[in-house]
């Protein structure tokens, strides 16, 4: 299968920073998602982003299909941004997940 | 429009029995992914159903199994529990496979 990567693993942010978060993917892919999973288990859709750049709020992401990886931009970090973060990419009907990153904002 | 509905949210089974899960689509979606996350092994493919038919099936022993009906909604089921099996267990719908959207999920616990 694909491998996905994820870097960095964690991250430790004081709340109005900025941070980049990346994957990397070993293989072609037609379907790349980036995700927050909240404390309560639940994936909740940030970007569906197979290719270019998809900005919404103070969240924005790339990705570079060629060179494959993509890029997810947090601005002005807030509290209610932390938990972790994962990367999703996939052929058509089965995603393969990076292990995440784990993202603390501190107030 | 409603998301995608998992039930039951909690379950919790000893070793040997066996286990349903159930997950609603949302309404128009056709597609139905099933995935297992633990803390050793993240996030893993089981299988994904279109139009009542297993399309992918992921690396997982002939235990866990599941179906999909004419109305889309999907069963998962896994037989004979171990221990190994306690997970959140995640489902998510698509249109033809493009974004997925995932449900609350049902969190499994083996004694």
């Known amino acids: 299968g694909i491998q996905v990567e994820q870097s960095p693993p964690d991250l430790i942010l004081q709340e109005g920073a900025n941070s980049t978060l990346r994957c990397n993917f070993s293989d072609s892919v037609n379907n790349l998602q980036w995700f927050h999973q909240n404390p309560w288990g639940q994936l909740i859709n940030l970007f569906y982003i197979p290719s270019g750049t998809k900005q919404n709020g103070r969240l924005s992401a790339t990705t570079v299909a060629t060179e494959r990886y993509s890029l997810l931009y947090i601005s002005s970090s807030q509290t209610t941004d932390s938990g972790v973060y994962f990367c999703a990419v996939g052929t058509g009907n089965q995603f393969y997940f990076g292990t995440g990153t784990s993202l603390t904002v501190i107030p | 429009k409603a998301g995608v509905t998992q039930t039951p949210r909690y379950l919790i089974k000893t070793r040997g029995q066996q286990v349903t899960l159930s997950c609603s689509p949302i309404?128009?979606?056709?597609?139905v992914s099933w995935y297992q996350q633990t803390p050793g092994q993240g996030l893993q493919f089981l299988f994904e159903y279109f139009s009542e038919t297993q399309r992918n099936k992921g690396n997982f022993p002939g235990r866990f199994s599941g179906r999909q009906f004419s109305n889309s909604r999907s069963e998962m089921n896994v037989s004979t529990l171990e221990l190994g099996d306690s997970a959140l267990y995640l489902c998510?719908?698509?249109?033809?496979?493009?974004?997925?959207?995932f449900g609350p999920g049902t969190r499994l616990t083996v004694l």
């Open positions: 998510a719908s698509s249109l033809r496979s493009y974004e997925q959207f």
């Open positions: 309404s128009g979606h056709r597609s």
